[in-house]
Structure formats: structure tokens, C-alpha cells
């Protein structure tokens, strides 16, 4: 069966569907979890909503929080990953705690108001043409002195940023090939691209306007930082997609390249990585958290 464009990234072409990148991203992946259910302060018997929970990440591990008595409502707009954390919690034996609601986040209605102790989402928003009105629904949702707790990459920080090639390498010797592959991934304007449109003072806007307190937000800019590549195997790489709404690089090579300009950065990549080069990152992260009073 053919999964949703959401389930295939999250399930397959996030790691190129490779047990070994698998691997390697889980513990980078684990740490964002972990801070963003560190920050919700869950205590037992809480229930907690992930919005666009993808395959559970931050649910199943707010689920290990709760106890015996709490409750996880994973929601998400894709069906095929909310089937894959019913598979987990079936095959976990935690049918009876979980709940799955199919939802975009900005319009949770089935979930009723006052309801959940507890928000959490990572990565969504950027997803979310109408984030205002997500944060108005995580209000609606949560019970007086509930929490908050969302993690976002903030884009928009890095976008301009094109010294640096694919996974961060150096692509100097080959910047013009290098701008045309850019292409692929820069197809919608910035103003009108819910990943880059909007920054960590967004966030805090809107999180006041939907009537949070206690508001708190870590912000975190790396520029230029040493960064470790997922593999080192451009045959690896190459089936990998930086998020679910982009190609792979394999994919974005082809659309924009003539196949004697494909040869040559594959050839050009390949050896970068086997010659050890290493990538850099440029990027900026926010956590926020905040209590509906
Ligand atoms: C980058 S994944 C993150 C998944 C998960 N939160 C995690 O931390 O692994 C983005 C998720 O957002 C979901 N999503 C995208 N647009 C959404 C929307 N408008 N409302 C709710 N979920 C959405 C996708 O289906 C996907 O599961």
C-alpha cells in the first residue's frame, strides 16, 4: 500500500531506509524527545496530547511518564503513521491507554475543551500554514494549569545562509552545480513557506495571544559548527530527504541537472566523504513552554 507522503518520510526517507542512519539519528532524535517531555513536568495519571506525533516519538515516550493511569492522545494529519502507533501501543500491550485522533493541528475540535493535562509537539508547527490558531487550540484543549511543550527548528535562521553544500560539506569547487540542485529545494517563495516564515519572537507571540503564562523559551543559534554526517556512503545519503515535503538528494539531482552535471557531484561527493570531510551545521532551535492559567 502506498502510505502518505508524511508516513514515507517518517518511516522511510528520513533515513533513507537504512537501519544504519537509523541508528546513528536516533539518539539526536531521542534528545529533542527528551528535552520536550522534561520541559511538559508529566506526572502520573496525566494525559498528555501529541500533535503530529509522526510515529510516536515524544507519545510513546510521555506514555513510559504517565504510568498506569495516564493517557497518550497521539493526533496527526497522516493516517499511516497513526496506524504505525497503533501497531506500537498494540504491540506494547497499551492499547487501553492510548487514543488516536487524525487532526491537523490547527483544528483539534474532536478533542474537547479543558480535556488534557498536557501539550506536546515537535517539528509540526513548521508544517502549519495557521500556527496562531494551533496555539489557540493547544489553549482550548488544556485544563487550567496545564502544559505546554513544543520544540521547533527555527529555518528562516539559516536559509540565506548557501556558503555550504549538501550535509553541509564544502561544494565550493562546484558552487555553480551546487546552486542549480538548491533549486529543488527552494521552490516556494520564503514569505509563503510555513518552514521559513515565521521565527522564535513568532512563537512567543503567539503563544501570548492564545493566553499562556509563564512562558519560557530556550533559543539555540549554531553557526558553522562541526557537524557528524549520518553516514559516510554517498550511495546511503543519496536516498535521503531533508523533510517530508522536499526530494531526496537523489531525486533533486535528477530534476535539475543534465546527467554528465549529475556524474560529476556524485563523483565530487563520493570522494569528499570517503576523504573524511567533514560537515558543518548552521541552524537555530527553540523550546517553548508555557501553562494555560
Ligand atoms: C517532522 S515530523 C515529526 C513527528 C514527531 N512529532 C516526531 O517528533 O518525531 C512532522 C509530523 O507533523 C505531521 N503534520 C504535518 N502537518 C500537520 C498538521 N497540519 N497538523 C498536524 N500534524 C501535521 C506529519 O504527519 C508528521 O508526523
Same mark, same amino acid.
Given at each position: 500500500?502506498?502510505?502518505?507522503?508524511?508516513?514515507?518520510?517518517?518511516?522511510?526517507?528520513?533515513?533513507?531506509?537504512?537501519?544504519?542512519?537509523?541508528?546513528?539519528?536516533?539518539?539526536?532524535?531521542?534528545?529533542?524527545?527528551?528535552?520536550?517531555?522534561?520541559?511538559?513536568?508529566?506526572?502520573?495519571?496525566?494525559?498528555?496530547?501529541?500533535?503530529?506525533?509522526?510515529?510516536?516519538?515524544?507519545?510513546?515516550?510521555?506514555?513510559?511518564?504517565?504510568?498506569?493511569?495516564?493517557?497518550?492522545?497521539?493526533?496527526?494529519?497522516?493516517?499511516?503513521?497513526?496506524?504505525?502507533?497503533?501497531?506500537?501501543?498494540?504491540?506494547?500491550?497499551?492499547?487501553?491507554?492510548?487514543?488516536?485522533?487524525?487532526?491537523?493541528?490547527?483544528?483539534?475540535?474532536?478533542?474537547?475543551?479543558?480535556?488534557?493535562?498536557?501539550?506536546?509537539?515537535?517539528?509540526?508547527?513548521?508544517?502549519?500554514?495557521?500556527?496562531?490558531?494551533?496555539?489557540?487550540?493547544?489553549?482550548?484543549?488544556?485544563?487550567?494549569?496545564?502544559?505546554?511543550?513544543?520544540?521547533?527548528?527555527?529555518?528562516?535562521?539559516?536559509?540565506?545562509?548557501?556558503?555550504?553544500?549538501?550535509?553541509?560539506?564544502?561544494?565550493?569547487?562546484?558552487?555553480?552545480?551546487?546552486?542549480?540542485?538548491?533549486?529543488?529545494?527552494?521552490?516556494?517563495?520564503?514569505?509563503?513557506? !510555513?518552514?521559513?516564515?515565521?521565527?522564535?519572537?513568532?512563537? @512567543?507571540?503567539? #503563544?501570548? +495571544?492564545? $493566553?499562556? %503564562? /509563564?512562558?519560557?523559551?530556550?533559543?539555540?543559534?549554531?553557526?558553522?559548527?562541526?557537524?557528524?554526517?549520518?553516514?559516510?556512503?554517498?550511495?546511503?545519503?543519496?536516498?535521503?530527504?531533508?523533510?517530508?515535503?522536499?526530494?531526496?538528494?537523489?531525486?533533486?539531482?535528477?530534476?535539475?541537472?543534465? !546527467?554528465?552535471?549529475?556524474?560529476?557531484?556524485?563523483?565530487? @561527493?563520493?570522494? #569528499?566523504? +570517503?576523504? $573524511?570531510? %567533514? /560537515?558543518?551545521?548552521?541552524?537555530?532551535?527553540?523550546?517553548?513552554?508555557?501553562?494555560?492559567?
Amino acid at each position: 500500500m502506498q502510505q502518505d507522503q508524511w508516513a514515507q518520510w517518517v518511516l522511510r526517507r528520513r533515513d533513507g531506509d537504512n537501519p544504519d542512519v537509523r541508528v546513528r539519528v536516533a539518539p539526536v532524535i531521542g534528545a529533542y524527545r527528551d528535552k520536550v517531555l522534561d520541559r511538559a513536568a508529566i506526572v502520573p495519571g496525566d494525559v498528555v496530547l501529541d500533535v503530529g506525533t509522526g510515529d510516536g516519538l515524544v507519545g510513546f515516550g510521555a506514555l513510559d511518564r504517565v504510568g498506569p493511569t495516564g493517557r497518550i492522545i497521539f493526533s496527526d494529519i497522516s493516517p499511516g503513521l497513526l496506524a504505525e502507533c497503533w501497531r506500537r501501543a498494540t504491540a506494547d500491550g497499551r492499547l487501553d491507554q492510548c487514543r488516536f485522533v487524525q487532526a491537523p493541528a490547527d483544528d483539534l475540535r474532536q478533542i474537547p475543551g479543558r480535556s488534557v493535562d498536557v501539550v506536546t509537539t515537535r517539528s509540526v508547527l513548521i508544517y502549519v500554514h495557521r500556527k496562531e490558531a494551533a496555539f489557540a487550540e493547544f489553549f482550548r484543549v488544556l485544563r487550567p494549569g496545564g502544559r505546554l511543550s513544543i520544540f521547533e527548528p527555527i529555518n528562516g535562521f539559516a536559509a540565506s545562509d548557501a556558503r555550504r553544500g549538501l550535509f553541509g560539506l564544502d561544494m565550493s569547487p562546484i558552487a555553480d552545480l551546487l546552486a542549480k540542485v538548491w533549486g529543488a529545494y527552494t521552490s516556494v517563495p520564503a514569505a509563503q513557506n !510555513p518552514m521559513l516564515n515565521f521565527d522564535e519572537r513568532d512563537l @512567543l507571540r503567539w #503563544a501570548r +495571544a492564545a $493566553g499562556f %503564562t /509563564g512562558i519560557e523559551l530556550d533559543y539555540r543559534a549554531e553557526v558553522e559548527v562541526p557537524s557528524p554526517l549520518p553516514s559516510r556512503d554517498w550511495a546511503v545519503l543519496r536516498k535521503t530527504a531533508p523533510n517530508p515535503l522536499a526530494p531526496t538528494y537523489e531525486e533533486a539531482l535528477n530534476q535539475t541537472l543534465e !546527467p554528465a552535471e549529475r556524474e560529476q557531484v556524485e563523483a565530487y @561527493l563520493s570522494a #569528499a566523504l +570517503a576523504n $573524511g570531510a %567533514t /560537515g558543518h551545521r548552521t541552524i537555530a532551535t527553540a523550546y517553548l513552554k508555557a501553562v494555560r492559567p
